[in-house]
């Protein structure tokens, strides 16, 4: 297959995450989820109002903005990609 992700580890690692997302879901507080639900959609807000300002959508710069990692902050301008919120080529 030559250099690039191996298949096989990456499914491990998706099965792995996928099993420690239930275990965390069973010990979850409702409440606690709530506020991350909120959270989160107060930061998609946040990057939506940027873009309608046509401000830059760098994922380093909203990670120093929002205060998170530039992987978390990837992983948002990704997932309001794939719902239609922002262009691909943005």
């Known amino acids: 297959m030559g250099e690039g992700v191996d298949p096989t580890k990456m499914c491990q ?3 792995g995450k996928v099993n420690r997302y239930r275990e965390l ?35 380093k710069s909203f990670s120093q903005k929002l205060g998170l990692s530039q992987a978390g902050a990837e992983f948002l ?14």
């Open 25 to 59: 879901a069973e010990v979850a507080d409702p409440e606690v989820m709530v506020l991350f639900e909120e959270w989160l959609e107060a930061l998609e807000e946040e990057i939506l109002a940027v873009a309608q300002e046509g401000g830059s959508l760098n994922p």
């Open 13 to 15: 690692s998706l099965v």
């Open 77 to 90: 301008l990704a997932k309001l990609r794939r719902e239609g919120k922002l262009p691909e080529t943005s």
